[in-house]
């Protein structure tokens, strides 16, 4: 029987892949999260992304092992989890009535081979006022999230838009995911 083990302690990408009803178990990643300033968004997410699919893989012989990381790019700025609620504010401010991109990278680790995509996902704030930054940065909600804020919770306040698959925001591309563990040989319960 294939196993398939989810390396991410994140509540939001366990939630993702229970929705769509695949049998796994969860893993937490130890590994450096840190990456060199040169690297592309894109290369820089992949390479994380595998990262964390690596270091957990070594517990886990022979299983399916899903990695993911995702970051908000603001023009050529890479913004990764904020510090505390004085960066998560400097954040949003930045990002505030403009448009900026989130990318995540996933990587699935078979017996045999490595698979590394990315998906990248446009969003649009709205000009957000002081009170309002204020008022999420106080809900605790920024503190574990790139960029300093999560589409999925209170968040959505923030957004005017966005082009791409919702689920990159989110920290999974769902329906990418399913097809490249698929093409990867996992067997699918559908």
Known sequence: MQRLILASSSPRR??????????FEISSSNADESFDAG?????????LA?????????????????????????????LGKPDGEQEARRMLKTLSGKLHSVYTGVAILTPDKEVTFYEKTDVTFWELTDEEIDFYVKSGEPIDKAGGYGIQGLGSMLVREISGDYFTVVGLPVSRTVRELKRAGYVLPY
């Open 14 to 23: 366990k939630e993702l892949l229970e929705t769509i009803h695949l049998n």
């Open 39 to 47: 690297l592309t968004p894109e290369q820089a997410v992949t390479e």
């Open 50 to 78: 595998l990262r964390k699919a690596k270091s957990v893989a070594k517990g886990f012989p022979g299983c399916y092992i899903i990695g993911s990381d995702t970051v908000v790019v603001d023009e050529e700025t890479i």
